[in-house]
Every structure is written in C-alpha cells, then in structure tokens.
C-alpha cells in the first residue's frame, strides 16, 4: 500500500454532480492517499450545504464558506448579510471562494470589488484565510489586498495558472500559497516550467477544483478527488523528488495556512 498522503483543498463535491455517488467518490479518494477534501461556497446557500457537509463526512471533510464574484450581483450586500453569520461556526476553517472574475463580463465589477473587499476584511477580523479565485483581474485583486498585506492571516490562490511575474508578485503575500490543480499535467501548460523556477514547494497545495479541471488522462471526465493524484506525481516530477515528499510537504503547507494552533 502506498504511503502517499495529501490533501485536495478545493472540491465543490456538495454539489448535484456527486448525488449519485459521493460516498464512493470519497472512499476512491482515501484509497488514493487523499486525508481530508475542503469544500468551498459560492454562495450563501452553498456555505450552508458546505457546512453540513462537514458534519456529514466529520474529519474528513472542511468548508468554507464565502461568495463567488461570478455570484455576485446587485443584491451582494444581502448575500454577505446571509453569510457573515456563518463565519462563527466552528466547521468553517475559511472564507471561499471568493475573489474577482472579469473573463465573462465586466457588469458587477465595482460590485465584485466590493464583495471582495468586504470578506478580505472578514479574513483580517476573523483570523479565518481566504480561498481567492481570480481570473483576468490580478492587478486589481492584488491591489485590494496590498490595503491589508501586513494584516492578512493567510490562503490560497486558488488554481494558479499564471507565469513567473504573477507567482512572484502572489507570493509577496506572507502565508500565502498557490493552489495547483489540473491545469499542471496540461499538455500546452507552461507550469511545469514556471513552478520550480519561481515557486518553492513550500508555497504550494494540492488541490482538484472538481468536478472541474480534470488532469491528463482524465480530461473531458467529471474530475474527483482521487484524481489528484496526477497533480502530486506531476509535482514529484518537476521537483526531481518523490510523491510522498510532495505529498507531506503540501500536507505542511496546508496545516500551516488553515489548522495554526
């Protein structure tokens, strides 16, 4: 039996496409190494599914509760209103999944900036880290956070994709990590040049995104915990070091960002 043990910490696994088979979807994943999946929100009525989800699968499962900026509309202030509350629950390890988005549509911008610098806010008040999706809006993302750089707990950014000067300027964020998932074993991916020239292993997690995003030789599949795998041999790869190194050293990452004692 493998000694491999990593965490997935992005899987919208509360969600209908699991329904039919979540249970073996789980036990596909311990059978993998996988110790513990963390279930981001979009919204205020997945933060609650999120949270009992936790209680469900107890130790295995951790939420996180949050609104998505692809969520966000002109009724945001009320979401948060909803969803504030949920940030003193003791299953909540983070607040997340949230951030900017402005591949689809700049509508909601100042709305998005809003959103999200109301729950940065949350993260420096609550001591809880922060799970930040960004797609085509880095500069003004980063420009929120450096307002609060020196008073920030923590997270993840979740599914880095991006090149040397955008880990770079990501990593100047203290306690930070770049989250990694599929895009890594991407046959046109440029990662796996940019990581282990710019990202050391001990600014990286594991994650899945799924049932998006699934790695080579899944694409095209719903993806799964289990298939994170792919992302951890991927690492050992271009790290020139062992799965179970990555494994451990990611599971450090991890503990170090959401479990400070």
């Known amino acids: 039996m493998s000694s491999l043990r990593f965490i997935d910490t992005h899987a919208h696994i509360d969600g209908e496409e699991f329904d039919c088979d979540r249970n073996e979807v789980i036990a596909r994943a311990k059978a993998e190494g996988v110790t513990n999946i963390f279930v981001p929100a979009i919204d205020y009525a997945t933060s609650e599914r999120a949270l009992q989800m936790s209680s469900k699968y107890e130790d295995f499962l951790y939420s996180m509760v949050g609104l998505h900026p692809e969520e966000v509309d002109e009724n945001w202030e ?5 969803i504030k509350p949920l940030l003193a629950d003791p299953r ?4 997340g999944e949230v951030g900017l988005d402005y591949y689809w549509s700049r509508e909601h911008a100042e709305e998005q900036l809003a959103a999200f610098e109301t729950q940065v806010r949350w993260s420096v008040d609550t001591r809880l880290p922060l799970a930040i999706h960004c797609r085509k809006a880095q500069n ?6 450096r307002k609060y750089r020196n008073d920030l707990p923590g997270g993840i950014f979740h599914c880095f994709t991006g090149n040397e000067r955008e880990a770079e300027e990501l990593l100047s964020f203290p306690q ?3 989250g990694i998932g599929g895009v890594l074993t991407f046959k046109k991916s440029h ?5 282990p020239s710019t990202v050391p292993l001990d600014r990286i997690v594991v994650e899945t995104d799924s049932p998006y995003m699934a790695p080579v030789p899944y694409r095209g599949k719903r993806n799964e915990s289990a298939f994170a795998v792919e992302v951890v041999r991927k690492l050992a790869d271009i790290y020139c070091t062992t799965e179970e190194e990555i494994g451990r050293i990611t599971t450090d990452n991890v503990h170090r960002i959401f479990f400070r004692s």
């Open 78 to 82: 009320r979401q948060l209103e909803y």
């Open 92 to 95: 909540c390890i983070a607040i």
């Open 140 to 145: 003004e993302m980063v420009g929120v956070m």
């Open 176 to 178: 930070f990590a770049l």
């Open 191 to 195: 990662l796996p040049e940019v990581l």
